[in-house]
């Protein structure tokens, strides 16, 4: 290899390491549950709660469990990104801070999204496979959904 190439080589190296330095903030709410949680609204059975938990709760909470490729850059920017973006749209953890009108509507929506199959996306599916849903975990949320609809009637 030539000198000039090892040097662009070494200099790639450089700024790849000092990137790796510039970390977002992380979504971490250390094993807190807020009094704003949708397990504090709700009565959730524990098999649907483990099933949020696992499926839902890394990009649509404020306690996001982190794998080691998240704090590799440019990774871990389009990470937290998608994460603010699923935050946005729907957040478990501020659950309580919703309208009653937009629990409904967000509890339809989320019923639509996992009979559709849209959520969990399959780009997060791809690297968390026990995040998928089977035909038995959908029941199980659409039960407990449906459950509350009849409650609130």
């Avoid at 510039?22 to 059975?45: A, E, L």
């Avoid at 990104?81 to 989320?110: D, M, P, V």
């Amino acid at each position: 290899m030539s000198r000039s190439i090892k040097n662009i080589f070494f200099g790639f190296v450089i700024i790849f390491l000092i990137v790796q330095m510039i970390q977002p903030v992380r979504n971490i709410d250390y094993g807190q549950v807020p009094s704003s949680d949708i397990s504090k609204v709700y009565q959730v059975p524990g098999n649907v709660q483990s099933i949020l938990r696992t499926s839902c709760y890394d990009c649509h909470s404020n306690g996001t469990n982190y794998p080691v490729y998240a704090y590799i850059q440019p990774l871990s920017f389009f990470l937290e990104n998608h994460i603010k973006e699923g935050k946005k749209e729907l957040n478990f953890s501020e659950w309580g801070l919703y309208s009653q009108r937009k629990q409904t509507h967000k509890l339809e929506a989320i019923e639509n999204q996992i009979k559709q199959r849209k959520m969990p996306l399959s780009s997060y599916l791809y690297l968390h496979h026990d995040a998928k849903l089977s035909d038995n975990k959908i029941k199980e949320v659409v039960d407990w959904i449906e459950s509350i609809h009849t409650e609130d009637k």
